[in-house]
């Protein structure tokens, strides 16, 4: 009775610590997939990513996770492959609520020297907040202020309180339950079943197939590679539903 009571409760604390990082890793990636619509009139109509570029627009760096109390900065560089120096020009179009097409726009022309790398920085806060929950940022790169954009970058940033907990240890607070309670929760479960559990091996395969998933989700959405983010958040899903259908069976 003992070791049944510890593996249920092994199971029940793996469950709920992976549903935390899957909500985590959901709604970071749910809201870069949001930011791929954003992105304003005239640049919509006139993007085009056929048009040769000196420049090369790179590393688009936003936080995953914001309160509504706070700031932060939003940095991308631009870097000249050229052995020639080029003026290139970098707007950014950030969310703000009342401005048309909700966003505000900030576009500078830059001189570059051959090799030259610059790193671009702006800053984001409450006032960039669009339906109380979320800030978008799009990049676009111009070949030259006069030329329409044909490079761009995009993030979405989630907007969550919880009480007076600030984003960064709100992040570091849900990664940690998350990993460390799927560990205490495998570990619990192992510890009961050791010794009499049917396909021990297995399942403690796919504990640790989906602490895996979980840790790699973490890092591509902290890394903003949303296609990345995407395909293991499908991939967590698919392996859900397949133990779903092994527990079902009575493989497991």
Known sequence: MKNKLLKITGIVIF?????IGAVFNG???WSDLEGMSFWGYPESNSFDSNIETDARLKNLVCPVLLTSAESATV???VSNPQDFPINPSIQASISKPGEPDNLMRDKQTLALAPGETREI?????????LFNRIIFVRVFLYQSANYPPSATAHCGIMVR??????????SILAISISLIGMLIGGFTWWWAAREKAKNLNRTVGMFSWL??????SIITNLL???LAAGLVILLMLLSV???????MLNRI
């Open 121 to 129: 920085k702006w800053q984001v806060g409450k006032e960039n907040i």
């Open 15 to 19: 469950c709920l610590s992976f549903l």
């Open 211 to 216: 602490i895996l998933l979980t840790a790699i």
């Open 161 to 170: 309180d919880l009480g007076n907990i600030q984003s960064a240890q709100l």
């Open 241 to 247: 539903l397949a133990i779903g259908e092994a527990v």
């Open 224 to 226: 903003g590679w949303m």
């Open 27 to 29: 709604l970071a990636f």
């Open 75 to 77: 940095r991308v560089k």
